[in-house]
């Protein structure tokens, strides 16, 4: 490693180094004094083992970038514990075959600049050439910076082209507000199940157990346990993948035990007994898995305007809602936050306080009721 003054030209000093796998490398600069702060910058960064040679980001685009990661998202997943879901992966590919290719496809990794990922969010256009909305460019902006951050982990880039020198993407909109979620009384779940001619236990059942569509769509009888304490056992989801309907692992990639009140699981009990077709509990015509927007399209938006000519009040519920009315009778009856953690099927019991917060705000004062009771019977004054 050594610093020469070259015999003529603007750029007259010269850093000459070896990097860590033997290759010779030389850049000139104007003085003396630059040369020697690159050099000594460089020769720490290679002892230390984070040197990065920018020549090799000018090789990679960001097609071949995206086909070495997709591939790992899908075998190993992006944190290399488990592959990701097929309707992940195929959300990944649309978004880059619609939105990132057109770009960036064959841009090198190392032209990427922070300044210009900007502009194409902020002006990007969707699928109908109109501007798109921020739904989109939220998303195509994460997922982008999610694709750039995997370069700097192979060593490509030093840091991250999509964010600025702080880390932040300002040029990314924050996320709308979401709708509000539904919350049913036990007298409304039942009167809307009535009205869903033939899936009445279909409604009870996601409205008492919680249970996501994909998940509820590929419950088998054998998934039931009927005993002293009836549940049943969440194990896999249908997820629709290029309009195709996939049987694989729940949404969190987890399975989990739901418990079912009695009169519902006795229901179940009596339709699993007639339960043919792969022992699939709930089925279209002719034992085909049912379809979200078809069933609703045919049984649950007729259901919903039956109830609400007869009662102008009632509230509009997704099927979603039918999943987070069940977490809100869960609470009300008294369920501690593991067993309603549970029944929603969350990875933890912090997201299960964060989403349903609310919904234990009436804690407080039962809890200072509670143990105004216990000193009362202490006669403590």
Request: proline share 5%.
């Amino acid at each position: 490693m050594a610093i020469n003054k070259l015999a003529s030209g603007v750029k007259r000093w010269q850093a000459d180094w070896t990097t860590a796998d033997g290759v010779r490398q030389r850049k000139r600069f104007a003085t003396k004094r630059e040369a020697e702060d690159f050099l000594h910058t460089t020769v720490r960064a290679i002892r230390g083992g984070t040197f990065i040679d920018p020549r090799t980001a000018s090789k990679v685009t960001v097609s071949q970038l995206y086909a070495e990661w997709i591939e790992r998202i899908a075998q190993v997943g992006a944190n290399g514990r488990k592959p990701a879901s097929p309707k992940t992966v195929d959300n990944y590919r649309r978004c880059y075959e619609n939105y990132v290719a057109p770009r960036w496809a064959h841009t090198p990794v190392g032209n990427v600049r922070y300044d210009d990922v900007a502009a194409w969010i902020t002006t990007l256009k969707g699928q109908d050439g109109l501007p798109a909305g921020v739904t989109t460019r939220r998303e195509v902006g994460l997922y982008f910076g999610r694709l750039m951050g995997h370069a700097v982990k192979k060593r490509l880039l030093p840091n991250n082209p999509a964010k600025d020198p702080l880390g932040q993407t300002d040029y990314i909109p924050a996320k709308e507000k979401q709708r509000e979620h539904v919350y049913l009384t036990m007298p409304q779940l039942t009167l809307l199940a009535r009205e869903c001619e033939g899936f009445e236990l279909f409604v009870m059942l996601a409205g008492t157990g919680g249970l996501r569509w994909g998940e509820i769509t590929a419950l088998s009888s054998d998934d039931f346990e009927f005993g002293d304490t009836p549940s049943v056992a969440v194990r896999r989801a249908f997820s629709e993948v290029s309009g195709k309907l996939v049987l694989g692992p729940t949404k969190g990639g987890e399975s989990r035990v739901v418990p079912l009140p009695r009169l519902i699981a006795h229901r179940c009990e009596q339709l699993a007994s007639t339960a043919t077709v792969n022992g699939r509990m709930f089925t279209g015509g002719r034992g085909s898995v049912l379809r979200n927007n078809t069933w609703t399209k045919r049984h649950y938006a007729p259901a919903i305007a039956r109830v609400m000519a007869a009662h102008p009040a009632f509230p509009r519920p997704t099927f979603h809602d039918l999943r987070h009315t069940a977490v809100s009778l869960a609470i009300s009856h008294g369920a501690n936050v593991k067993v309603v953690q549970r029944i929603a099927g969350h990875a933890s019991a912090t997201m299960t306080l964060d989403t349903y917060a609310g919904l234990f705000d009436h804690d407080l004062h039962d809890s200072a009721e509670r143990l105004n009771g216990a000193l009362a019977n202490l006669a403590w004054n």
